[in-house]
């Protein structure tokens, strides 16, 4: 029964009851029954004119309910929460979509059997370089059957590629100040064309949730870097800008709530704040160099003619004729955060030739990230001749978290004198990073309060 016949038969009783009292009971007055007749009797009479013009049109709309404010929150979460409320497509649809880095895509079409099959996908790079990425299929969005999510380096025939059998490789997100880690497997061959293939990947099941983390880390984050964790170099990193954005696209195209992903804080996280007295000073030799792209690490442990085990740390770029880049640590009480680090610019000198630096010149620091130009000054600049006679120009500045986070997350860095639009010295910023983090562990502190 409708609302409207409801209503008409409501309004039918009371006329009929009206008029019972209208002659059962003699303390009315016959003028008011008439009156109360007759209106219940032209209520009822509009009601049904309403209801049958009614069912001759189309059914009308539920009316829409705007919810308090302070209810807002709620309603907008059971919306996006209701995301697989959408029916399985049942005709054919390619699409494509960029968002920033990421791009979001969908493919429906007919298998041999006569089923649709939906497929969305997202990834970054391409086009010649590397790709991160993932592929969900309808249906298979909840977080206890995430997919695979797949790093595929760019090979070519008769090029050996980076990957190589069994490599150890970490996913390392860079979240606001932490970093997050998630280990992959590395997968080798060669196609059917003779051309070579290497796919690390994080591994998605019902019974992980390396997936579900590192997508959600994904969501959080502003960059994700491959690190092999046997030579310690960076195989690939990879922008997150428009992961976000690209990630709630394929949950409509696919039919899922992309909720567990973009609203949840990953919960593992690789390198948390260390304290320097939780761990043991080395008490053994040690010396290593490893390269990080454009910069290098070392340490260099060793005992004292007093019994003492002294570990010196540092990394720079540059040298061997030419201007460098010098940041030292030592393990021992005076680490950061508690005392800054000095970055040091070393002119390249020769005996007979006048240094470009003098005692005390300013030396702007300009380093370059994909959406900022940051800005330095330092003036204590030192210069003069060795016991050698060999002229030498050293300018320092203070290595604090600012000027380090600067670094991390910048690609070039330039000096110039003062003002001046000549440049001093040019030095790439690619490996910076992973060679601080280097350091940070061989001298015992963390690296996450300067690089964040």
């Excluded at 009851?17 to 509009?46: C, H, M, Q, R």
């Amino acid at each position: 029964m409708n609302n409207s016949t409801g209503k008409t038969t409501a309004l039918l009783v009371t006329a009929t009851a009206i008029f019972s009292l209208n002659y059962n009971t003699p303390v009315f007055s016959a003028g008011l029954f008439d009156d109360l007749l007759e209106a219940a009797i032209d209520s009822a009479t509009k009601e049904i004119i309403d209801s049958i013009t009614k069912s001759n049109q189309t059914a009308p709309k539920k009316p829409t309910v705007t919810p308090p404010a302070a209810s807002n929150a709620a309603v907008n979460t059971k919306v996006k929460s209701t995301i697989t409320r959408y029916k399985r497509p049942t005709k054919e649809n390619h699409q494509w979509k960029s968002y920033k880095d990421w791009s979001a895509s969908v493919e429906t079409k007919q298998d041999k059997d006569g089923e649709w099959i939906t497929s969305c996908a997202i990834r970054t790079g391409g086009d010649g370089v590397s790709t991160i990425g993932a592929e969900i299929s309808w249906g298979n969005g909840d977080p206890g059957t995430m997919p695979t999510v797949d790093f595929n380096e760019t090979t070519y025939r008769h090029v050996k590629p980076m990957l190589q059998g069994k490599k150890e490789v970490t996913w390392v997100v860079s979240v606001k100040n932490q970093a997050f880690s998630y280990p992959g497997e590395t997968y080798t061959g060669f196609d059917d064309s003779g051309i070579p293939y290497a796919i690390n990947r994080i591994q998605g099941n019902i019974n992980d949730g390396d997936t579900l983390e590192l997508l959600r880390a994904f969501a959080k984050g502003s960059t994700v870097t491959l690190h092999d964790d046997q030579s310690g170099t960076d195989l690939h990193s990879a922008s997150l800008s428009g992961f976000s954005a690209s990630y709630r696209k394929v949950s409509e195209w696919c039919g899922f709530s992309p909720e567990s992903v973009l609203t949840v804080a990953p919960s593992a996280t690789s390198e948390p704040s260390v304290s320097t007295a939780s761990l043991s000073r080395p008490n053994k030799a040690k010396n290593i160099r490893e390269m990080y792209q454009n910069w290098q690490a070392s340490v260099h442990t060793f005992d004292t003619v007093d019994g003492d085990w002294i570990t010196n740390c540092s990394i720079q770029t540059g040298g061997e004729g030419m201007g460098s880049i010098h940041i030292r640590s030592s393990w021992g009480d005076g680490l950061p955060p508690d005392a800054p680090l000095t970055v040091r610019f070393k002119e390249a000198t020769a005996r007979g030739y006048p240094t470009r630096l003098k005692k005390n010149d300013n030396v702007h620091w300009i380093i370059d990230s994909r959406y900022n130009r940051d800005n330095f000054y330092s003036t204590y600049t030192d210069a003069g001749f060795n016991n050698d006679g060999i002229p030498y120009a050293e300018n320092k500045i203070s290595g604090n978290n600012e000027f380090l986070y600067s670094l991390g997350h910048g690609y070039s860095m330039n000096l110039r004198f003062g003002d001046a639009s000549k440049d001093l010295y040019t030095a790439s910023l690619n490996g910076f990073e992973g060679a601080y983090r280097r350091m940070s562990q061989w001298c015992g502190f963390s690296a996450n309060s300067a690089l964040r």
